[in-house]
């Protein structure tokens, strides 16, 4: 069992950069492929990236648009997600998520606000 707690999250100018923290605790922490997803109000949720085991191992959603960064952290039981060049679409919920597929979903942390400001 995972228990995911994300940080980071806030109000940020258009074209600026945010650092996203997700923590996890649990004894099975790196067994787990971890993500990032987002929901924006009334849209549904969004897949934005996933990483295995080590950092080399991630992978992206197409909204991505080579902006974003996902990161298992050297120290700790944390994975970044690192957004540059912001934008007010961006506006949403994220969410950090641990599971075993390659779309992990089968824990969830309680999501982060984001706004981005135009």
């Known amino acids: 069992q995972v228990q995911l707690v994300e940080s980071g999250g806030g109000l940020v100018q258009a074209g600026g950069s945010l650092r996203l923290a997700c923590a996890a605790s649990?004894?099975?922490?790196?067994?787990?492929?971890m993500g990032w997803y987002r929901q924006a109000p009334g849209k549904e949720r969004e897949f934005l990236a996933r990483v295995g085991r080590t950092s080399a191992s991630s992978y992206y959603g197409d909204s991505v648009g080579g902006r974003f960064t996902i990161v298992r952290g050297n120290a700790n039981n944390v994975v970044y997600l690192q957004m540059n060049s912001l934008n007010p679409e961006d506006t949403a919920v994220y969410y950090c998520a641990a599971g075993g597929g390659w779309y992990p979903n089968d824990y969830w942390g309680q999501g982060t606000q984001v706004t981005v400001s135009s």
């Open positions: 649990g004894r099975t922490f790196s067994s787990y492929n």
